[in-house]
Structure formats: structure tokens, C-alpha cells
């Protein structure tokens, strides 16, 4: 009878074992089936029998195929056990270059008042959108160049994610509304954190994205919310085009023009009053 290593209520083989103890010296709760091959040295069919076996016992969560969550020891024999939704995203990514973002962002840096039910993330290489564990994940493709803007987020004492810094998340909101909620809910970010937002920033981030829509929304809430004055968002205005944009991308073709920033007002400036929070 092979020896066997207790951890609390499970029981580990030695191959188990040694899995275990090399995921966990590296901090790695969530692995893949190349990790298995990798650490333990069996053969592709063999990890996949030992992954198996330890699934069975309830000491791992599939993911989705090739992907696995490690099950805490201290949750005795609970067989379903998702780690941090942020750190499964930063796996998806693989290799590539990632960051939180959108909606996410918004919500990790307490810029909304309602939770978001999908995690959404800037990577340099295209991820399908996929359910994993209950929850939604949404990858936004970016160029090396766009990537910038980019702060670590502790997620405990030992392990962190990539996410845009309070500017950036701004800025992909203006960028793209609706994986936020609404041109509304980017205003409302906007108004909350306006003590802590680096306006220059702000103009210097939109500048660097170069992005016509952008420019026009971020200049118009500023003026709006007289968050900068005139000199500073010059460099926005000497940016613009003929071309006009609607403020909200999801809402229709309505409302008045203001030519200054080349916009369409289809949000009232009254909605976005109303989005002032504290």
C-alpha cells in the first residue's frame, strides 16, 4: 500500500502531494493540466488520470477543460470551490499582457454603487468571451501601445492582478460605455472619485488613446462637472474633428448638438446632474 500524506479531512498520494505542495509554494491556486505535467513529470495521460482522481475526491474544481481551481484544505469535503473571479481572468490571459478593466475596474475601485456580474479585462491577444464558474468573463482586445495606465491590485497579502488605474478606467468607460452601464454610470464614477482623479491625467490618457469619442465625451464632463478650465482642456479641443458623436453610444440619434465639442447630447445635462453622488 503506497504512502499516503494527510491534509485535514482529505488524504493525498505522493504524486498528489507533490502537486500540491509545489502549486502552493507557488502560490498558485488556480493550474492546468501542462502545470500537472510539469511539476509531477507523469505523462499527459497520467496527469490527466491523477486530475481525475483528485477531482473525484473533491480536492479540485474544473474550470473548464484544462483549467483547475485547488479546493482549500480547511473546507473539509466541499467539492465546488471558485478562487478569486480576478485571478481566473489573469489565467485566461496566459501569457499575454492583461489588466483588469471597464466595469471591474470600475467596481474594485468603489466608483459604483451596484455589483457587477461580469468580469471584464483588457488583454493583447484575443480571449472568446466564456463562463467560468458562474461567472462571465469579457476580454477587450487592446494593442501593446494601448496598454498603459496599469497599477497592481492586492488581492491578498501574497497574490495580485493587473488592473487600470483609476484614470485608465475612466477613460476605457468613456471608451466603451456599455461595459459599464451607461455613459450615465461612467459620469457617476467620474463625480464620485473627482477629490482623487488627476484631471491632467485624464486629458493626458485621452490624448495618448487618440480616440475622437473619447476626447468629445471626456472634455464635455469635465467642462460640465468643472473638474478643469479652459487652458487645460485645450489640448482636447485642438484634437477634434467635423465629425459628431452621440455622448451615450447605446442611446438613439437624438437631442441637441453642441458643436464646442462636437457632440450630441442624447443625455440631458439635467441626467447628468442627477448622477452627482456625495
Known sequence: ???????????????????????NELRRTTFTLADVV?????????????????????????????????VPFEL?????????????????????????????????HRMVTQPNFTVYAS?????????????????????????????KHWIDKERFVMISDMERTIIDGLRHPAFVGGITDVAKGLWMKRATLISEKLIEYAQRLDVGAVVRRLGYLLEHYELADESALE????????????????????????????????????ELDAARVG
Not at 481525475?52 to 477543460?65: A, D, M, N, S
Not at 480571449?127 to 495606465?149: A, C, D, L, S
Open 1 to 23: 500500500m503506497s504512502e499516503e500524506y494527510h491534509f485535514g479531512l482529505k488524504t493525498l498520494g505522493p504524486r498528489a502531494a507533490q502537486l500540491f505542495t509545489e502549486l
Open 38 to 70: 510539469s511539476i509531477t513529470g507523469l505523462s499527459a495521460a497520467a496527469a490527466r488520470s491523477l486530475v481525475h482522481k483528485t477531482q473525484q475526491r473533491g480536492l479540485i474544481t474544473r474550470l473548464k477543460p484544462g483549467l483547475y481551481n485547488l
Open 76 to 108: 473539509g469535503r466541499a467539492t465546488k470551490y471558485i478562487d478569486s473571479p480576478y485571478l481566473i481572468a489573469r489565467e485566461l490571459a496566459g501569457a499575454a499582457s492583461y489588466f483588469l478593466s471597464h466595469g471591474t475596474a470600475f467596481e474594485l
Open 123 to 151: 488583454c493583447t491577444r484575443r480571449v472568446r468571451p466564456q463562463t467560468i464558474g458562474g461567472y462571465n468573463f469579457q476580454f477587450i482586445h487592446i494593442t501593446p501601445k494601448q496598454e498603459f495606465g496599469v497599477v
Open 235 to 270: 489640448p482636447l479641443r485642438n484634437m477634434l474633428t467635423a465629425t459628431y458623436q452621440r455622448l451615450d453610444p447605446l442611446l438613439p440619434a437624438e437631442g441637441t448638438h453642441v458643436s464646442r465639442w462636437r457632440l450630441q447630447l442624447n443625455v440631458t445635462p439635467e
